[in-house]
């Protein structure tokens, strides 16, 4: 009954969505915001490699992951 989500990340880190070798913010944030109302899981682990990118939709994500955290 309790699950884990894993989510692999890789690429560029950008706002809007996701292509292929890009880290869209707009994704990212869905899927957290996602993750967060399914009970079931009890913890995520989240890799993310990026040789950078965006500042401002890495805060983007950094602030979801935050509220995540308080779940």
């Not at 939709?57 to 779940?71: F, H, M, N, P, S």
């Amino acid at each position: 009954k309790n699950r884990i989500a894993v989510i692999f990340a890789s690429g560029e880190i950008i706002s809007g969505s996701s292509s292929e070798g890009y880290i869209g913010s707009e994704d990212m944030i869905s899927m957290l915001r996602q993750i967060a109302r399914e009970k079931e899981i009890k913890a995520v682990v989240l890799r993310i490699n990026s040789p950078g990118g965006s500042a401002l939709a890495a805060d983007v994500i950094w602030r979801q992951i935050a509220e995540l955290k308080k779940t």
